[in-house]
């Protein structure tokens, strides 16, 4: 219902439904957070945790509405959320699967980057080089999204000289411009 009723650019008239009822959350989902982060906070402040949900079934578009949309009322907040997920954003970051919207993901990488640097390159560095290097391998083949979020990742790790992923890094960049 969130999803249908923020159809503006301004997310109303869903940011004002969940204005006028955010003293009833008791949970919250990236969704409501992405629409709504000003009357979101108060719930994160007080130790919510807030699932992102991109282990396995990830949404990367939406992760990085609700973290772009949280950033502009509060950086810390932001990075919070960022670091309490940062278990299921590595799994996220093995890009397993050809069926996600990858979507948003170069733009998540970037807010990243920015807010909680530390995470994005304790994330990399947790990877499996057999494991990322078979799914990267298979996303470089697949739809643009999936290119553009394994070429998003090798590029990263170039960038941020990732060692246990370096050459595994320069390989696929390779095997991308062939």
């Not at 009833?24 to 989902?29: A, R, Y």
């Not at 945790?49 to 949404?59: F, G, N, R, S, V």
């Not at 643009?144 to 979020?149: I, K, L, P």
């Not at 090798?154 to 246990?164: A, E, R, T």
Request: net charge negative; hydrophobic share 40%.
């Amino acid at each position: 219902m969130i999803s249908a009723l923020s159809i503006r650019d301004n997310n109303e008239p869903a940011k004002t439904w969940i204005n006028l009822h955010s003293r009833e959350l008791v949970s919250l989902n990236p969704l409501l957070v992405a629409v709504a982060p000003e009357s979101t906070t108060a719930i994160l402040k007080q130790g919510y945790k807030l699932d992102l949900k991109l282990e396995d079934l990830a949404e990367w578009g939406l992760a990085a509405r609700t973290i772009r949309s949280l950033s502009k009322v509060d950086n810390e907040l932001a990075s919070m959320v960022l670091r309490t997920n940062h278990q299921g954003i590595a799994q996220g970051f093995i890009l397993k699967r050809d069926n996600i919207d990858y979507t948003g993901f170069p733009e998540f990488i970037n807010l990243m980057s920015d807010l909680t640097p530390d995470i994005l390159k304790k994330c990399l560095e947790s990877l499996d080089p057999i494991i990322v290097e078979t799914s990267w391998s298979d996303r470089l083949k697949g739809k643009v999204e999936e290119r553009q979020a394994a070429e998003t990742l090798i590029n990263v790790i170039i960038d941020k000289k990732i060692k246990s992923l370096m050459d595994i890094a320069n390989e696929l960049k390779q095997l991308s411009k062939d």
